[in-house]
Structure formats: C-alpha cells, structure tokens
Nanobody, 124 residues
Framework: QVKLVESGGGLVQAGGSLRLSCTAS????????VGWFRQVPGLEREFVAA????????QYADSVKGRFTISRDNAKDMVYLQMNSLKSEDTAVYYC????WGLGSSIAQTYDSWGQGIQVTVSS
C-alpha cells in the first residue's frame, strides 16, 4: 500500500474550474495505476477517472467526459484531475486511489490505497 494525499479542492461557482492533485508519501506513485472517485453523503462511491502507470489507458465516467481530464507526471510523482465546466452535481468528496498492478481501473475494489479525500463544492 501507499499513502496518498489529495490537494486542490475547494469552493467554485458553476462553470468554473479546479485542479486536484494526488501524490504519495514514502513510496513512488509512478508504478501504480491511479483512479479518482467521488462520494456524496448517503450514496455509494462513484468512479470518475483512471489512468495507467504509463499515462495511457485513460478512462472516464460518462458524467465527466469532455469536462474532466486525468493526467500524470511521473517525474514529479503526481497525478492530476483537471475539472472544467463544473456543475453543482459535481459537488462531492473526491478520493485519489492507487493499485499496484499499474493498469488503472474503474472498479473501486481494485484499489488498495486511498487518500483521505478532499471536498469539492460547486455553487449554482
């Protein structure tokens, strides 16, 4: 497992943008597949985006396609989620997750490491 830390959340108006960042402490993130998930209180955790260790095999949930972009910089040991054209329904706690097979996946059970989560609030 790897310890993950998210940053970049906050409050933004509808139509605005935020960029979330995920990094790992104590171990390099570059060999891991990484996913972003989000959760609203009372609902199940929802897949948002995932990326393979190499930066390929990118997947998005239909609800964010064309608005969100996942990317990674292995030299900096960072994974990003650029969120544009934000909507009120994007309001949630966002989690970064990592899995050691390096493939990236839309399935939450694939991941063995999770960040603490960061709040994103979109006001309408």
């Amino acid at each position: 497992q790897v310890k993950l830390v998210e940053s970049g959340g906050g409050l933004v108006q509808a139509g605005g943008s935020l960029r979330l960042s995920c990094t790992a402490s104590e171990r390099a993130l570059s060999n891991y597949g990484v996913g972003w998930f989000r959760q609203v209180p009372g609902l199940e955790r929802e897949f948002v985006a995932a990326i393979k260790w190499s930066g390929t095999n990118i997947q998005y949930a239909d609800s964010v396609k064309g608005r969100f972009t996942i990317s990674r910089d292995n030299a900096k040991d960072m994974v990003y989620l650029q969120m544009n054209s934000l909507k009120s329904e994007d309001t949630a706690v966002y989690y970064c997750a990592a899995e050691p097979w390096g493939l990236g996946s839309s399935i939450a059970q694939t991941y063995d490491s999770w960040g603490q989560g960061i709040q994103v609030t979109v006001s309408s």
